[in-house]
């Protein structure tokens, strides 16, 4: 079985630009999360998706918003980049969105904001 | 804020069984500990689970204290593969996953 798929893996924008991350989950799972990592704050919940509806979002400003399509992918898109938007992205795909639903993590997209 | 509580690193010898234990003294009863790893640039990687009893998969065993205060993550012989950042979580219901600092494992050749 594939795993999460998330592209593209590595990405340079500039500071005030836009940008989408695009997360294929596992075949069959229905809920999708999106991280963000950096050094300084480590690993934290930007917001969860199931069956196209957001479930639960962390503390991010609304610069940060998601959707997810009726086949379970997922996009997350940040617009007006700043410099501290430069993190790992990550998505991680489980079958529903109870925390007994193990979450797979994909690779991650690296977001650098020069 | 996570709720857990881990040392920041550990050595552990090639071949050995690493122990990396965890402090959950505040848990709740139907909160489960999670157990996840990160190997360097590589999104987290699942490992195991646990709510009461001690579990066992192919990668590791959970051993979780009688009282659910604590609980110790047992990899039985370390590899170099094995070298990564173990995350200890605890979470229930619909609540998502908070990642702490976790500890950073070496495996000493």
């Known amino acids: 079985k594939a795993g999460v798929t998330q592209t593209p893996r590595y990405l340079i924008k500039t500071r005030g630009q836009q940008v989408t991350l695009s997360c294929s989950p596992i075949?069959?799972?229905?809920?999708v999360s999106w991280y963000q990592q950096t050094p300084g704050q480590g690993l934290q919940f930007l917001f969860e998706?199931?069956?196209?509806?957001?479930?639960n979002k962390g503390n991010f400003p609304g610069r940060f918003s998601g959707r997810q399509f009726s086949n379970s992918r997922s996009e997350m898109n940040v617009s007006t980049l700043e410099l501290g938007d430069s993190a790992l992205y990550l998505c991680?795909?489980?079958?529903?969105?109870?925390?007994?639903?193990?979450?797979?993590f994909g690779p991650g997209t690296r977001l650098t904001v020069l | 804020d996570a709720k857990t509580t881990q040392p920041p690193s550990m050595d552990c010898a090639e071949g050995r069984a690493a122990n990396l234990p965890c402090n959950h003294s505040?848990?709740?009863?139907?909160?489960?500990v999670y157990w996840y790893r990160q190997i360097h640039s590589q999104g987290p990687q699942y490992i195991i689970h646990?709510?009461?009893n001690n579990e066992t998969n192919e990668m590791a065993s959970l051993i979780i204290t009688e009282d659910r205060k604590s609980s110790t993550l047992i990899l039985p012989h370390a590899t170099l593969r094995d070298t990564a950042v173990y995350y200890c979580?605890?979470?229930?219901?619909?609540?998502?996953?908070?990642f702490g600092t976790g500890t950073r494992l070496t495996i000493i050749p």
């Open positions: 646990g709510l009461k």
């Open positions: 075949s069959g799972h229905r809920s």
């Open positions: 505040t848990i709740s009863g139907n909160e489960y």
């Open positions: 998706y199931f069956s196209e509806t957001q479930r």
């Open positions: 991680a795909s489980s079958l529903g969105p109870r925390i007994t639903d193990t979450q797979y």
């Open positions: 979580i605890a979470a229930f219901g619909n609540e998502k996953l908070t």
